[in-house]
C-alpha cells in the first residue's frame, strides 16, 4: 500500500484516514455457513505506521547538552476532536532508530520500541472498548486517577548493538512504560500537561520504572511541529504570494509569518521521543553520526506451524531520515519500494536525486533556473555538477562528506559541533543556510524549517539568492526547550486550525 | 478538516485515495490520469482534500456529482465502483454490483488496462463468486501492481475458492510481506483455520482486531472472525465476548447478531436468539441469516414460521442470481439440509462443484450425493473435503453420516464423536442427530 509515505507535509488527505478506516477496510460480509465465501477486506491503512518526521539533535535543554535526542512521529494530522478511538501506536509494529556511527551506512546501534494495547478500568468494567471517559477525571496514567483510561498502551524499549561495539548496554532499557493518551478534553482530562508529564521517562522521573542513568524516553500525544502552507503547496505551487519569494527582513524574522497559512496548525501527531547520552551511539563524537527512524510490520506464513513473534518476523514499512526525500524526490512508482528498502540500497534510486522532478516543477512554476549548491560539493566536483546531473543533492543526502563513499539517506549529525546548543529562542529556522551550525543539515531539530530549505537547496542558488519559501516560519505553538521537546497537543474540545481568511497571529518560540 | 469542499477531479483523486489505500495511495495502481494541473505532476498520488461526506452514500453522492461535470473522469468511475462494492456490502444488497460493473467498465473503456479498474472488477467477481474470472482479473492486476496487498488478496482468495490451496497460500504469504496489516493477517488467519491450526489462526486473528484500532467496522469484522474461531473449537463464552465487543462498538452490527444468535441458541435460549437473528434479518435478509431463522424458529417448534422463513430463500437467491451473483453451492446446501428437492440439489451440487472445486464444494457435494444415496461417491468427496486437515465440525458431521449409510458404524460413530468435540453446537439441526448416532 502507498500509505508508507512520510511525511506531513503532504499529509493532508491523511484526515480522510479515519473515516477510510470505518468506510473500506471493514465490512467484509462473513458467513455463517460452511459453504459460503468468507470475503475479508481488501484494503488496510495505517497510520499508525506513517512517519510523519524524525529529528535528531543534540539536547538544547540547558544543562543537558550531552545528550541526543531522537524523535520519531507517527500518526499524520491527527485531528484531536476524532473520538472516541483518538490516535495510538501500533502493537504489531516495531519502531525503531537506527544509527551508523562508522559512517559505512550500515545500523551499528538500534532503539526499538514495542507496543501492547490493555482494556481497563470503567469501560472494561461495563464490557466496552472505548477508550476514554471522565468517570472520574483522568489525572493519572496508573493508579487512582487513571480509571477512566478504558484503552492504555505500554510499551518497551530494547537497545540492540553490533557485536563489535565498544558502547552502552544493550538490551531492555525499559519495560512497561505508559504512553501518554491523546487530549481528549478538558473535562475528561482536566490537567492534561501533568498527565502528559507523567508519561516522561528517566532520570528525573525516579518514581518511575527506572531506566539507566541519562536516558529518557516519551512516547503520546504531541502537537505537530511541522508547519508548513500545505494547501498552497498542494494547489499547484500556489502560495500566498507570487512568486512566493520572501523580502530580506521576513526572511530574517522567524518567529513571524510572512504570508500564506500554516494548514498543519491545530493537529496532532504521536511521538515516540529518546534521550541517551552520545556515548549511547558511539565510541567516537568526533565523526558524524548518521540515523534513520523506521518501522516494522509483523508479518507471519500461512503454514501456522509456529506462533507469535518468533516465527514471523517483520517487514519494514516505512522510514525515513532526512525529511522530504521519498516527497520530493522519489519517484512515484518507486515510492513503497524505497520505503522497504535500507540505506545501503539507496544507489538505485540515484537518477531521482541527480534529476529532481521537483526542481522541474519549481522551474515550471517560477521559472527560476534550477542549479548546484556549491556548499555541498568538493570544488573538484563543481564543474560537472548541473541541473540534470545534481552531484550536490547527492552529496548532501547520501554522503557523509562530498569526498566519501555513498552511503544511502541518512540524517547526519555532528557531535563535536563547536559551542553550545541554541535553545529554541535562539535557534534559526534555516538553520545552516542562516549560519546555524546546529540546524539541519546538521541533524534536524523540530525548529527546522525544512520546507523553505529543501526547496532552497533542490532549487538551487537562485532560489537561495532570492529567499523562496511558503511564507510560513513559524508553528503555530511553541516549542519547549525540554524533552520531549514538543508542545502539549491541541485539546479535541478546543483546537483551532487555521482557515486562509483568518490572520493567525504566529506566537513567539 | 474532514469538510473542506471538493472539486471534480480533486475529489475523484480523494475519494480514489480514500477507497484504495488512503491518502498515499499505491501510485503504481493508479493508471496516472492526463494531468490536469502541475500539482497532479507533483503529487499525483496524494490529494489535498478531505471528503464531502463521512459515510458511503455521501461518498456516492459526491462521486456522481462530479461524474456529472466530467463522465470521462477515470478516476471517479473508478472510485465510485469501488464505494458501489462497499455499499453493497454493507447493506447486503446486491443491486449495487452491476452499478459497480457499469462504472469500471466505463472506466476500462476510457483507460484500456486501468488497473484500478481491473482490481475493481476483481473484487466484484469474488463478491458475485465468479472465481475463475476473479482469477484472471486478479493476475492482470497484479502484474501491473506486484506490491499491492489487494491484488495478491484478490489473487489468493480466488485461488482459495477454486481450491488450489498451495497456490492460494503462497498468495497469502506474499501478501503480508508487501503488506503487512489486517487484511493480510485475517487471511493468514484463515488459511491457519483451513489448515488444522485453530491456536496460531487465532493469534493472527488478534492481531487483525489490534490493527483495527477500534474503528467500528474493522473491529466489529474482525471480532466476530475472532469469535467464529473461539466458536469453531467449542469456547462459546470466549465466543460471545467478542461477539458482544463487535456490538458495542457497531451496535446493529448484523454478523454480530446473528452470531450471538447462535451462541443464544446454544445455551438453550431460544427466545433471545430468535429475538436476535430477527433484528439480523431484518436488517439485512442474508441466505444464511434467513436460514438461521428459520432454524431456530424450527427447533423451537414454530414450524410454520420457519417454513416462512424458508420459503423467503428463493426470493433472495433470484435476486442474487438477478444481479450476478452465483448462490449455487449455498442453495444446493440449504435445500439438501432441508430435504427439499433432493435431486435438484444434487444438480446444484454438482454444478456449482466445478465452479469452485473448494472444500466446500467437496463438502456440499459430498453431502448431496450422500442424501441422494451415493455414500459410496459421497465419501471420496468427504475425504477431499477433509484433505487440509481443517478442523470443522460439520464437515466431521458430513463424513459420519456417510460411514454410516455406508455401514461403517464405528468409524460412524468416531467421526461424529469428533464433531461433537470439536464444537458441540456446531449446527441447529445436526449437532442433536450426532448426538443421536455418536452413541
Given at each position: ?47 499508525a505506521?506513517?512517519l510523519?518526521d524524525f529529528f535528531m539533535f543534540r539536547s538544547y535543554e540547558?544543562g543537558n547538552t550531552d545528550k541526543v535526542d531522537l524523535i520519531m512521529n507517527v500518526n ?11 490516535y495510538n501506536f501500533d502493537p504489531?509494529a516495531t519502531y525503531a532508530f537506527n544509527i ?9 546501534v538500534r532503539f526499538e520500541v514495542n507496543f501492547r494495547t490493555e ?21 493519572k496514567l496508573d493508579?487512582?486517577?487513571s480509571?477512566?483510561l478504558?484503552?492504555r498502551q505500554r510499551y518497551t524499549v530494547r537497545m540492540f548493538t ?5 558502547i552502552g548496554k544493550p538490551g531492555l532499557l525499559a519495560n512497561d512504560l505508559i504512553a501518554v493518551p491523546s ?9 492534561y500537561p501533568s498527565l502528559a508529564a507523567q508519561g516522561i521517562y528517566g532520570s528525573s522521573n525516579s518514581a518511575e520504572p527506572s531506566l539507566p542513568a541519562g536516558v529518557r524516553v516519551f512516547a503520546g500525544a504531541r502537537q505537530?511541529p ?42 496532532n501527531v504521536s511521538t515516540i521521543a529518546l534521550e541517551v547520552p552520545a556515548s549511547y551511539l ?9 540515523a534513520y527512524a523506521n518501522v516494522s ?23 525515513l ?92 549529525l ?29 541533524g534536524?531539530r523540530p ?32 516549542l519547549p526547550n525540554t524533552f520531549p521537546f514538543l508542545a502539549t497537543p ?20 | ?439
Amino acid at each position: 500500500m502507498g500509505r508508507k509515505t512520510l511525511v506531513v507535509t503532504l499529509a493532508l488527505a491523511a484526515g480522510v484516514l479515519a473515516l477510510a478506516f470505518g468506510l473500506v477496510r471493514g465490512s467484509g460480509p462473513q458467513s455463517a455457513s460452511a459453504a459460503s465465501h468468507r470475503e475479508a477486506p481488501l484494503i488496510s491503512m495505517s497510520p499508525a505506521e506513517d512517519l510523519t518526521d524524525f529529528f535528531m539533535f543534540r539536547s538544547y535543554e540547558p544543562g543537558n547538552t550531552d545528550k541526543v535526542d531522537l524523535i520519531m512521529n507517527v500518526n499524520p494530522l491527527s485531528e484531536p476532536g476524532a473520538g472516541p478511538n483518538y490516535y495510538n501506536f501500533d502493537p504489531n509494529a516495531t519502531y525503531a532508530f537506527n544509527i551508523d556511527n562508522n559512517q559505512d551506512g550500515i545500523t551499528d546501534v538500534r532503539f526499538e520500541v514495542n507496543f501492547r494495547t490493555e482494556i481497563r478500568g470503567v469501560t472494561r468494567d461495563l464490557g466496552l472498548p472505548l477508550s476514554y471517559a471522565a468517570l472520574p477525571p483522568i489525572t493519572k496514567l496508573d493508579g487512582a486517577g487513571s480509571e477512566g483510561l478504558g484503552l492504555r498502551q505500554r510499551y518497551t524499549v530494547r537497545m540492540f548493538t553490533r557485536p563489535d561495539q565498544p558502547i552502552g548496554k544493550p538490551g531492555l532499557l525499559a519495560n512497561d512504560l505508559i504512553a501518554v493518551p491523546s487530549n481528549v478534553g478538558p473535562l475528561t482530562m482536566p490537567d492534561y500537561p501533568s498527565l502528559a508529564a507523567q508519561g516522561i521517562y528517566g532520570s528525573s522521573n525516579s518514581a518511575e520504572p527506572s531506566l539507566p542513568a541519562g536516558v529518557r524516553v516519551f512516547a503520546g500525544a504531541r502537537q505537530d511541529p511541522f508547519y508548513i502552507d500545505l494547501g498552497g503547496a498542494f494547489d499547484t505551487l500556489n502560495f500566498a504570494r507570487t512568486p512566493p519569494l520572501l523580502t530580506a527582513p521576513e526572511d530574517a524574522n522567524d518567529n513571524a509569518n510572512a504570508f500564506g497559512v500554516d494548514t498543519l496548525s491545530g493537529f496532532n501527531v504521536s511521538t515516540i521521543a529518546l534521550e541517551v547520552p552520545a556515548s549511547y551511539l558511539t565510541p567516537d563524537s568526533s565523526k558524524a553520526i548518521g540515523a534513520y527512524a523506521n518501522v516494522s510490520k509483523f508479518t507471519a506464513s500461512s503454514d501456522g506451524a509456529g506462533n507469535g513473534r518468533g516465527s514471523g518476523g517483520f517487514a519494514q514499512t516505512n522510514r525515513l531520515a532526512n525529511p522530504l526525500v521519498n516527497e520530493l524526490v522519489i519517484g512515484t512508482v518507486d515510492k513503497d519500494r524505497w520505503n522497504a528498502l535500507t540505506p545501503a540500497q539507496d544507489g538505485q534510486f540515484a537518477q531521482y536525486v541527480l534529476s529532481p522532478r521537483f526542481a522541474t516543477a519549481l522551474q515550471l512554476r517560477f521559472g527560476g533556473p534550477p542549479g548546484c549548491v556549491p556548499l555541498f560539493l568538493a570544488p573538484d566536483q563543481v564543474a560537472g555538477c548541473n541541473a540534470n546531473n545534481r552531484t550536490d543533492l547527492v552529496n548532501a543526502f547520501a554522503k557523509y562528506s562530498p569526498t566519501g563513499p555513498l552511503t544511502g539517506d541518512w540524517l547526519r549529525l555532528n557531535l563535536a559541533t563547536p559551542g553550545t546548543p541554541p535553545v529554541v529562542a535562539s535557534q534559526k529556522r534555516l538553520g545552516g543556510l542562516a549560519g546555524d551550525a546546529f540546524g539541519y543539515p546538521n541533524g534536524r531539530r523540530p525548529r527546522d524549517d525544512v520546507t523553505d530549505i529543501a526547496t532552497r537547496v533542490v532549487g538551487g542558488p537562485f532560489y537561495i539568492t532570492n529567499r523562496a519559501g511558503d511564507g510560513i516560519n513559524v508553528d503555530d505553538a511553541a516549542l519547549p526547550n525540554t524533552f520531549p521537546f514538543l508542545a502539549t497537543p491541541s485539546d479535541g474540545r478546543n483546537r483551532v486550525h487555521f482557515n486562509r481568511t483568518a490572520t493567525p497571529a504566529a506566537p513567539g518560540s | 478538516m474532514r469538510r473542506i469542499a471538493l472539486g471534480g477531479t480533486v475529489a475523484a483523486m480523494a475519494a480514489t485515495v480514500f477507497l484504495l489505500g488512503g491518502a498515499f495511495a499505491p501510485p503504481h495502481e493508479a493508471k496516472p490520469a492526463p494531468p490536469s494541473s502541475q500539482a497532479d505532476v507533483l503529487f499525483p498520488e496524494r490529494a489535498p482534500v478531505s471528503l464531502a461526506g463521512k459515510d458511503t452514500p455521501s461518498l456516492i453522492a459526491a462521486l456522481q456529482q462530479a461524474l456529472r461535470r466530467n463522465g470521462e473522469d477515470v478516476r471517479a468511475l473508478d472510485s465510485l465502483g469501488f464505494a458501489y462494492l462497499q455499499r453493497a456490502r454493507e447493506i447486503a444488497d446486491p443491486s449495487y454490483y452491476p452499478k459497480a460493473q457499469g462504472v469500471l467498465q466505463r472506466a476500462l473503456a476510457l483507460s484500456p488496462g486501468d488497473n484500478l479498474a481491473t482490481a475493481g472488477l476483481g473484487s466484484l467477481s469474488l463478491s458475485r463468486h465468479r472465481f475463475r474470472d476473479a482469477l484472471i482479473l486478479g493476475r492482470r492486476t497484479l502484474a501491473g501492481a506486484p506490491r499491492s496487498g489487494r491484488n495478491w488478496g484478490i489473487v489468493g482468495d480466488a485461488l482459495l475458492e477454486l481450491g488450489r490451496y498451495p497456490e492460494a497460500f503462497r498468495a497469502f504469504d506474499a501478501m503480508v510481506r508487501v503488506e503487512p496489516g489486517l487484511p493480510a493477517y485475517a487471511r493468514i488467519s484463515y488459511a491457519r483455520e483451513l489448515l488444522g491450526h485453530p491456536r496460531t489462526a487465532i493469534e493472527m486473528m488478534q492481531r487483525a482486531v489490534a490493527e483495527s484500532n477500534f474503528e467500528r467496522e474493522p473491529y466489529a469484522w474482525t471480532s466476530v472472525q475472532l469469535g467464529k474461531l473461539y466458536w469453531s473449537i467449542g469456547r462459546i463464552d470466549a465466543a460471545a465476548l467478542q461477539y458482544r465487543r463487535a456490538l458495542a462498538i457497531f451496535p446493529g452490527y448484523v454478523y454480530g447478531l446473528d452470531a450471538l444468535a447462535q451462541v443464544e441458541a446454544a445455551r438453550g435460549h431460544f427466545p433471545r436468539a430468535i429475538a436476535l437473528e430477527q433484528r439480523a434479518v431484518n436488517r439485512t435478509p442474508l441466505p444464511q441469516f434467513v436460514t438461521t431463522l428459520g432454524d431456530l424458529l424450527r427447533v423451537s417448534g414454530r414450524r410454520a414460521q420457519a417454513e416462512r422463513q424458508y420459503a423467503l430463500m428463493d426470493v433472495i437467491a433470484r435476486l442474487l442470481r438477478a444481479n450476478g451473483v452465483k448462490t449455487d453451492l449455498e442453495l444446493a446446501l440449504f435445500d439438501v439440509d432441508h430435504g427439499i428437492r433432493l435431486p435438484a440439489a444434487l444438480e446444484l451440487a454438482r454444478v456449482s462443484y466445478r465452479d469452485r472445486p473448494s472444500i466446500d464444494g467437496d463438502d456440499v457435494l459430498a453431502w448431496t450425493l450422500a442424501r441422494n444415496g451415493h455414500c459410496g461417491e459421497a465419501r471420496h468427496y468427504s475425504v477431499r473435503a477433509l484433505r487440509l486437515g481443517t478442523r470443522d465440525a460439520l464437515k466431521y458431521f458430513h463424513r459420519g453420516m456417510i460411514e454410516r449409510c455406508l455401514g461403517n458404524r464405528s468409524a460412524a460413530r468416531s467421526w461424529l464423536r469428533r464433531s461433537l468435540h470439536q464444537n458441540a453446537h456446531f449446527s441447529l439441526i445436526w449437532a442433536p442427530v450426532a448426538r443421536r448416532y455418536a452413541r
